[in-house]
């Protein structure tokens, strides 16, 4: 979500499927890099040490739907981790668990974790369109029909969301 705000109690986009447990900060970007911390030049480093995924960052992932495994940002709490899929414009990143520095991170900057245990084994390709309904906690596949709950999503991070992340929602309070 980012600078973009949640606006919708849906949302809708195409899964990118990245199948794979523990994947920790060092392989979303790698320790090397750290000194990067402009958006657009993280972007394309995203996953690059991640067998199998290294050419994620040079892809168009545009307003995608990722799906993950378990785990997903176990390890530090390298903010450049969650920026990178910002400046991809990822709307959600749905999984079986995360890691809770990096959930935290990630809701505070704004981009929109979302608990689905079970999530590997519904039904999806990548490229399926679907539907999350975040008051209803529902992910729905448009292509199969076929639906699953997902974890509710608690009320303070949904209002960090629609303000675009914490120090938007900071902006916007009366202290």
């Known amino acids: 979500m980012g600078d973009e705000q949640l606006s ?38 995203i996953f690059g040490n991640l067998p199998g995924y290294q050419s994620f960052g040079k892809e168009n992932n545009e307003n995608k739907i990722m799906v993950v495994g378990k785990n997903f940002g176990k390890g530090s709490t390298r903010q450049q981790a969650v920026t990178g899929f910002l400046a991809h414009k990822i709307k959600a990143i749905i999984g079986e668990s995360f890691g809770p520095i990096y959930y935290s991170n990630a809701v505070n900057a704004g981009l929109l974790l979302i608990e689905a245990p079970g999530i590997l084994e519904f039904k999806m390709d990548d490229n399926d369109n679907l539907e999350i309904d975040l008051v209803n906690a529902q992910i729905s596949n448009e292509n199969t029909g076929i639906s699953m709950k997902c974890n509710l999503i608690p009320k303070p991070v949904l209002d960090i969301m629609r303000a675009g992340g914490l120090l938007e929602l900071g902006k916007e309070s009366n202290f």
Do not use: C
Not at 22 to 34: A, E, G
């Open 8 to 45: 919708e109690e849906k949302i809708n986009g195409q899964v990118k499927l990245v199948k794979v447990d523990d994947i920790d900060t060092d392989q979303i970007f790698h320790q090397s890099l750290l000194t990067i911390h402009d958006p657009e030049e993280i972007k394309p480093h």
